[in-house]
């Protein structure tokens, strides 16, 4: 019988949009206090499935930067750790990812790259 996290990861790819985004802000809740049991998800998972774990993950902000790294097995889970940590604040995660320059610079190249942007003055600006 899969587990509360397992039932909620699995809704990302077989029900309706709406009840997935309720399903991935529980899954964010959870995250709190389960990040390394729901990254651990992030390797073997789908694409739909993968997007609700790492929006969860990034919005708990509750994740071991190791594990994030041991998620990247494929450019598609590569791309997801970038967003992961890419939207965490600059200040708390610069001295720490080095191990991440060292094991995929190019995925470093690109949280940096978020970081910038997010940075940026420009970054909320609206079009009237």
Do not use: C, H
């Amino acid at each position: 019988m899969p587990n509360r996290r397992d039932a909620l990861i699995q809704t990302f790819t077989e029900l309706t949009e709406p009840i997935r985004i309720e399903a991935v802000r529980a899954l964010r809740k959870i995250s709190e206090i389960e990040s390394t049991n729901i990254i651990s998800k992030l390797p073997s998972s789908v694409e739909d499935q993968r997007a609700g774990i790492a929006w969860a993950i990034s919005r708990s902000g509750n994740f071991v930067l190791d594990d994030l790294i041991r998620t990247m097995v494929d450019d598609d889970a590569r791309r997801w750790a970038a967003y992961i940590l890419g939207i965490q604040d600059r200040e708390s995660y610069i001295g720490k990812i080095e191990a991440l320059r060292n094991r995929d610079p190019e995925v470093y190249f690109a949280v940096t790259v978020l970081w910038k942007i997010i940075g940026s003055w420009i970054y909320k600006t609206k079009e009237y």
